[in-house]
């Protein structure tokens, strides 16, 4: 019980901080929460969590298979430390060209904004590698056993974090939209160092077992 209670706070606070930083899924549910109401603003978020679940499942899937072949148990430490190396170099990046952007909304009726979630976190493809990198150091860390509580803990954590980010949104929007650009250049300098942190992990376990 005390690893699910670890596993649900690490995949809870990975999803969490790679939600905050201002974006096409976090604004749409404001804007949504402002034109359509509260209510269209947080059935887009449950629709974006939704999927993050599924995305999420399918990345436990992916480390399991890799995990059950002996053979590639060192290559999945790998991926994790490509996954983790990218995404360090993608926040930095990201905060160093932080600029003042308009992001895109998209018009959500009070019938679809549900499914128009599930539609626009399904375009996030670095959701699964990042997911699957995630799954596979909490592997190598003994907090996932791939069992069914463990799966469900990890899928569940993923979704409430990203979900607790995009309510935060639709309902704190106004405070939010006025320190989007420090906000966003601050999230992502962190989530550089967490990415660095778990980098730094991974190369200790792969090369200094």
């Given amino acids: 019980m005390a690893h699910l209670i ?3 706070f690490v995949t809870f606070s990975a999803a969490f901080m790679a939600t905050v ?11 949504t929460s402002v034109k359509k109401g509260k209510l269209n603003g947080i059935m887009f978020s449950l629709g974006v969590a939704t999927m993050i679940m599924m995305q999420a499942y399918i ?19 790998k991926i994790a430390l490509g996954v983790f190396a990218f995404f360090a170099l993608y926040f930095f990046i990201s905060a ?11 018009k959500v009726s009070k019938k679809n904004s549900y499914f128009k ?30 069992e069914i509580w463990d799966i469900l803990t990890f899928i569940i954590a993923a979704g409430s974090g990203t979900f607790t980010v995009l309510y935060l ?7 939010l939209e006025a320190k989007t650009d420090r906000f966003s250049k601050n999230s992502n300098y962190v989530l ?4 660095l942190v778990l980098l730094v992990i991974t190369i200790f376990r792969v090369f200094y077992k």
């Fill in 6 to 8: 670890i596993l649900f």
């Fill in 21 to 31: 930083p201002p974006g096409l899924l976090n604004m749409n549910a404001a804007k």
């Fill in 59 to 77: 990345a436990v899937m992916i480390s399991k298979y890799l995990y059950r072949h002996p053979e590639v148990i060192d290559l999945l430490l």
């Fill in 96 to 106: 160093k060209r932080e600029k003042a952007k308009k992001i895109k909304i998209v």
């Fill in 117 to 146: 979630g599930m539609l626009l976190a399904a375009l996030n493809l670095l959701t699964i590698p990042y997911y699957s990198g995630l799954n596979a150091m909490w592997n190598a860390s003994g907090w996932i056993k791939f």
């Fill in 169 to 175: 949104y639709t309902v704190y929007f106004y405070k």
């Fill in 192 to 195: 550089s160092l967490l990415m």
